[in-house]
């Protein structure tokens, strides 16, 4: 089993929905992100925490919304989607004291229509 | 400010060849880490390598190597007799001790193309 999950990997959705996509992690690993990744431009943080108390603001957080529900569980929401949100999703996990190296899950595939 | 910039967009080889991959980096930390991550066409990120700032002793493993230059604040990577199962997208990263090392700032990414 992968160790960093994310669901749905794909979603089609509408102007003004609300979406959640969710990421899991069974890799023990305190420290928790949200990237995006548009093409040319490569990944932008979008929030990211380091413990389930944690809560920090990346790059690019506007329209966006988190939640850590717990070690191992950590969402994206979007309360209201907008086109220009159509990207694809990483969640990545790391370890600070065994060096902070991020691995990333599959990837979330989201259009807004 | 783009902190980390890779000016190749697309480098297309044919098998065997090698290539190279440059990746230009800016900080004003004394500390930092320096990444590669792969991105085959299936979409996953994989990671590659890490390397802090203290060493800049070169890496290599298998057919891939690294080039540490502190000097020219660069962290080139090379695929030496390249196959067709190289053709990804490779992104360089940076992650600095001020962001107590939790930013991964990434480059726009190489796409390598790799041809028989």
């Known amino acids: 089993d992968a160790d960093v999950t994310q669901t749905p990997r794909n979603r089609i959705t509408k102007t003004g929905k609300r979406i959640m996509l969710e990421c899991s992690q069974t890799?023990?690993?305190?420290?928790m992100y949200w990237y995006r990744q548009d093409p040319g431009l490569g990944l932008r943080l979008i929030y990211y925490s380091f413990d389930v108390k944690d809560i920090n603001k990346g790059e690019i957080s506007d329209g966006y919304s988190v939640s850590r529900q717990a070690q191992a569980k950590f969402s994206l929401s979007l309360e209201s989607a907008i086109p220009n949100q159509t990207a694809l999703y990483f969640c990545?996990?790391?370890?600070?004291?065994?060096?902070?190296?991020?691995?990333f899950g599959p990837g979330t595939r989201l259009t807004v229509l | 400010a783009q902190k980390v910039t890779q000016a190749q967009t697309e480098i297309s080889v044919v098998e065997k060849e090698d290539v190279t991959l440059d990746c230009v980096y800016e900080t004003r930390d004394t500390t930092y880490y320096l990444f590669w991550y792969k991105q085959p066409p299936s979409g996953e990120l994989v990671f590659l390598i890490r390397?802090?700032?203290?060493?800049?002793q070169n890496e290599i493993s298998g057919r891939y190597s690294w080039n540490f230059q502190k000097s020219t604040s660069s962290f080139n990577f090379t695929i030496t007799a390249s196959q067709v199962v190289d053709s990804a997208v490779y992104f360089c990263?940076?992650?600095?001790?001020?962001?107590?090392?939790?930013?991964?700032?990434f480059g726009a990414g190489t796409q390598v193309v790799v041809t028989p």
């Open positions: 990263a940076l992650s600095e001790a001020q962001d107590s090392w939790g930013k991964l700032q």
């Open positions: 890799k023990g690993h305190d420290r």
């Open positions: 990545a996990t790391s370890d600070f004291p065994s060096g902070d190296t991020q691995y």
């Open positions: 390397r802090n700032s203290f060493d800049e």
